[in-house]
């Protein structure tokens, strides 16, 4: 395959901010080909694609400032510590990507519950819908 479609640099993305999330001195390169070559739907050859490199880049590099807007939109008693991994790594991967503004907040919203449908359950799905609405209907 010689390009990724926005979908699937999401997808990567999402799973090497996964998997850095569990091993925070894993080299990023080395993590992105490791999704690249564990998808059986896809066959990537050559350089790591750019889009899903600088979408990890940034939220590793924001993941203060989007911890903070997600936890000023969470339910009085919950923490960042009682959400699960997958859920806190899909709304920063959203965020960060809908700050960037070069993407609809429908579209962001969209992809992130698809993700959500992939990689987690129903319950999941409505609490991610639930913050992203309200954290970026917010700053509309």
Known sequence: MAELNRHQERQVAFQTLFSLAMNP????????????????????????????????????????????????????????????????????LALYEAQLGQTPTNVVINEALQLAHTFTDDQSRKFINGVLNNILTAAE
């Open 25 to 92: 001195d894993a080299d990023v390169k080395v993590v992105v080909q490791q999704v690249l070559n564990g998808d059986p739907e896809i066959e990537w050859q050559g350089a790591l694609p750019e889009q899903v490199l600088t979408l990890v880049a940034g939220v590793t590099e924001q993941v203060d400032q989007l911890d903070v807007k997600i936890s000023d939109h969470l339910a009085a008693g919950w923490t960042l510590d009682r959400l699960g991994l997958t859920d806190l790594v899909l709304l920063r």
